[in-house]
């Protein structure tokens, strides 16, 4: 069973009919004992990384998650890729789970922002899980990007700077941009993080 | 980077896909869920329903028509039409589309942009403008492109990326259903005047069309209907043609 993080931040049924797609069964949850019990967590989301900080916290989730980061497949996607860094920019400084250490921050681009739309995947060459989605198009929409050492990073795309797409420490990932509206890509992409086994 | 994109529009009309040339004399074309998911499949880049229903029933069905589409396609998915308040937005957002369109309710009253925006992010907002050439420049047509509104298309399109739209649908009623190539002086007019993403629609006829828009304005994406409806040309035959012209577009 995996579990999608239900913490009040946008449109998080793409995800889990993403994932049944895949043949998996999915739960949408904000019960800790319900996550405890999954084999892999997803923590989706769209908006504001402050909000997503305070709706996290309200719940009671901040500790439970960064607890279940460190013995199971954890994936952060759109906004809930930033959250997994120390801190976000957006709207002033907020703490965040500090699964990662990174920063997330405007992106830097003389092009229009946000960053809408299908872009290719520049992927780091001693990534072998990944390597297959080398110059393949997934769909982003964000304005801010995580700041991360390159140790971590699996994949940028190019938008003026790099922009960080993929990241990894270990079995916690990282998407920044929609692998539930990427098409087959993006399907594929969720099923290399869900072959992780802890 | 970023490449442009190629979008299938469905006209849904009761729950089933239609074809309108010049906004008129519609012809029923099938399912809208299975049409989707098969552009989907053929490289569509992202998929526009634009709702033409009369009825409240019709209206009803478009909701139901989104969730079944969240379920089946993995691409990004529009919807427009009969689009009035807030309420219309939240409601197809919650089903599952991915972003809204706006047109004639837009024009009517602009603070729905202003508010939706705010509450659900300019990401998801799309206004459509309808644009017909006068002797004055191109004003802004509502009710299905056969009321003039008296704006300024060029103003109005400044005026909707102020108030929080990110996304503008812009079809020009004077090559609508013609098929000679899209509206290339007003398509250049409007992207030049804003730093919002802009969809050029009315008038494809031939894949090349498609390379020619990209080629000689700074549109971020093209639309299409007929072409693509009636079998004439696939997606794959545009991208190829956009390819072949040296025109950045995502293989599928």
Redesign the interface.
Known sequence: MIAIVDYGMG?I??VK??LN?LGYDVIITDDSKKLEAASHIILPG??SFQAAVEEIEKRGLKEVLQSLAKDKPFLGICLGMQLLFTEGYENGTTKGLDLIPGTVEKIETP??L???????LDITPDEPNFVDFQDQ?V?F?HTFAANTDDKYIVATA??GPNVTAIVRSGLIYGIQF?P?????V??AILKAFLQEVA | MIVKRIIPCLDVKEGRVVKGTNFVSLRELGDPVAMAASYSKAGADEIIFLDISATNEGRNTMVDIVRETARNVFVPFTVGGGVRTIEDVTRLLQAGADKVGMNSAAVNDPNLITSSSNRFGAQCIVVAIDAKRFDDGWHVMTHGGSKDSGLDAVEWAKEVEKRGAGEILLTSVDTDGVKNGFDLNLTKAIVDVVRIPVIASGGVGHPDHFPEVFQKTDVSAGLAASIFHENTFSIKEVKDSCKSQGVNIREA
């Open positions: 449109n049924a793409s009919t993403a797609n769209v908006g092009y229009l946000p960053h809408i739309g299908w872009n290719a198009h769909y929409v190019e938008y929609h539930e509206k990427s098409g087959e993006g399907l």
